[in-house]
């Protein structure tokens, strides 16, 4: 078991620029996660699935920032027009059966927007 | 809405030394929500450290303890001798039980002294 695993680890993007974070969740997890960590912020609920069918993405900035679930072996987020605000370390996770059982992370995205 | 407030920053304490982090939270969704504090070591991925999902009962893993104190809306995260490779970052998460996602705290840096 390779655990949640997230690619790339580092992202560096110019000012504008789209940004595809990748996630490839547990093999027989149902809920897939996706969060964003900043010092200020800390850990922010962006968006999940379940079963790969969007359940609740009230997390997201209703702008540039989209998500999907095209198969239940991988996820991605992706960020139209970076800007520098948007840099943070994006995590991503899965759990077997929603919410209230043990989530696990992947080690996350670095994402920097220059 | 449900939210979690744990203690902000840094703590540090010397080795052998007993630490407590606090945590409480506030669940409008739902009277008894499940709670969770997580663990992240220098270079890892977030990871669970313990879980209590019954109000009163006490949650313990690798030394720490946490007791879910619903008159308090507490679950504050305790160890009564701390070592060195306890330094990480801890949050406090909680999940209602209406299947919603996991809600983390900031975040708390432990650190460790000789």
């Known amino acids: 078991n390779a655990g949640v695993i997230q690619t790339p680890r580092h992202k560096v993007t110019g000012k504008g620029q789209e940004a595809t974070l990748w996630c490839e969740p547990i093999s027989g997890h149902s809920a897939v996660f996706w969060y964003r960590q900043t010092i200020v912020q800390g850990l922010e609920f962006l968006t999940y699935?379940?079963?790969?069918?969007?359940?609740?993405d009230s997390g997201m900035p209703k702008e540039r920032f989209s998500a999907q679930m095209p198969n239940q072996s991988h996820s991605t987020l992706k960020i139209q027009s970076t800007q520098p605000q948007d840099s943070a370390v994006y995590l991503c996770?899965?759990?077997?059966?929603?919410?209230?059982?043990?989530?696990?992370f992947g080690k996350g995205t670095r994402l920097t927007v220059v | 809405g449900d939210s979690v407030t744990q203690t902000e920053g840094q703590v540090t304490v010397s080795e052998s030394k007993s630490l407590i982090i606090n945590c409480t939270y506030s669940a409008t969704s739902i009277g008894y929500p499940n709670l969770f504090w997580y663990v992240r070591y220098p270079g890892e991925g977030l990871q669970l450290l313990l879980k209590?999902?019954?109000?009163?009962q006490k949650g313990s893993s690798r030394g720490f303890e946490a007791t879910y104190n619903k008159e308090a809306t507490s679950f504050h995260l305790q160890k009564a001798s701390v070592q060195e490779s306890d330094s990480a970052v801890y949050y406090c998460a909680l999940s209602a039980n209406s299947g919603t996602y996991q809600r983390f705290g900031t975040g708390t840096k432990l650190q460790v002294v000789p």
């Open positions: 699935f379940r079963n790969q069918a969007p359940i609740d």
């Open positions: 996770a899965s759990s077997h059966s929603g919410t209230n059982t043990e989530v696990f």
């Open positions: 209590v999902i019954t109000a009163g």
